[in-house]
């Protein structure tokens, strides 16, 4: 069984630019979750999709940050114009449910940076 | 609110020897509790979890975490150590307060194995 996938594995940008991470989740999993660790930081909560609606996007940074999950497979984040202190690594996550104990399955993450 | 504090950012130890990696959480709830572990340009691996059941969790490679109400601790042993265990690891707890299943990390330990 495929696991999550994420691409690019590694992005380099100009301050202004955008730049759009995929998230592919395992097949069958309803829930999609991304995360991002900024240098130094831990590993934060970004949102949450249930199959195409975002059940939670309470640690979105802000407007200049986009997710999508176009008929519940695959997921997009776009950051537009990405800036200076996006630089960090982003993963993402996915389970079949959502209620305690109930394992969240990460990719090998895409890392961000931002000149 | 949910808080995992991990008291060490780098821990080393000889092949062959006890690891001990601290984990200390706090949660207004029955905690569900795992421990991660990235392995180099890797995605983040389950090694176990505490849903309230008991309080000694077994997880892979050998790992194994106790789960002490009374100290509000959560703390990773293996007996002895590999080399192939040098990697960054994650204590997490769950978040009752945002979406059913966002997760919250702690800063991570590194552990590094001497041969």
């Known amino acids: 069984e495929a696991g999550v996938t994420q691409f690019p594995s590694h992005s380099v940008i100009e301050k202004g630019q955008t730049v759009t991470l995929r998230c592919d989740p395992i097949?069958?999993?309803?829930?999609l979750y991304w995360y991002r660790r900024v240098m130094g930081k831990e590993i934060k909560f970004l949102l949450h999709?249930?199959?195409?609606?975002?059940?939670?996007e309470s640690g979105m940074p802000n407007n200049r940050f986009l997710a999508e999950r176009t008929g519940g497979t695959y997921s997009t984040l776009k950051v537009q114009p990405a800036e200076l202190e996006d630089s960090g690594v982003y993963f993402c996550?996915?389970?079949?449910?959502?209620?305690?104990?109930?394992?969240?399955?990460f990719g090998p993450g895409t890392r961000l940076t931002v000149l | 609110a949910q808080s995992v504090t991990q008291l060490d950012s780098h821990v080393s130890v000889s092949e062959g020897t006890p690891v001990l990696l601290r984990c200390n959480y706090s949660?207004?709830?029955?905690?569900?509790l795992f421990w991660y572990v990235q392995h180099p340009n890797k995605g983040l691996q389950l090694l176990l979890k505490?849903?309230?059941?008991?309080?000694l969790v077994k997880g892979i490679n050998g790992f194994e975490a106790e789960f002490k109400k009374s100290e509000t601790s959560f703390h990773l042993t293996k007996p002895s150590a590999h080399m192939s265990d040098a990697a960054e690891y994650f204590c997490?707890?769950?978040?009752?307060?945002?979406?059913?299943?966002?997760?919250?990390f702690g800063k991570g330990t590194k552990l590094s194995v001497k041969p």
């Open positions: 997490v707890v769950r978040n009752y307060g945002g979406s059913q299943g966002n997760l919250i």
């Open positions: 949660s207004s709830y029955s905690p569900s």
């Open positions: 999709f249930v199959k195409e609606s975002k059940q939670d």
């Open positions: 097949s069958g999993h309803d829930n």
């Open positions: 996550a996915s389970s079949q449910l959502a209620g305690a104990g109930n394992e969240q399955f």
């Open positions: 505490y849903t309230s059941a008991a309080t």
